[in-house]
């Protein structure tokens, strides 16, 4: 099963990650724009929203290894 592995970091934050099968970069989501006054994404919500396109990335690219 394919892991999301950290390929770089800044002052110890992880700031690129790749799938461990294919090698596809990820990138933590960005800020939200928008309306005035949007706060970043808190760790937790920034982390659920990029293990979510790893999990679409997975089902898509990796779906042989599912069965």
């Given at each position: 099963?394919?892991?999301l592995v950290v390929t770089d970091h800044v002052a110890g934050t992880?700031?690129?990650f790749k799938c461990s099968d294919c090698d596809e970069v990820?990138?933590?989501?960005?800020?939200p724009r928008g309306a005035r006054g949007a706060r970043p994404w808190?760790?937790?919500e920034a982390r659920?929203?990029?293990a979510g396109e790893f999990q679409e990335h997975i089902d898509k690219a990796?779906?042989?290894l599912k069965s």
């Open positions: 099963m394919p892991t992880p700031i690129a990820f990138f933590p989501p960005p800020a808190t760790p937790e659920a929203k990029l990796h779906r042989e």
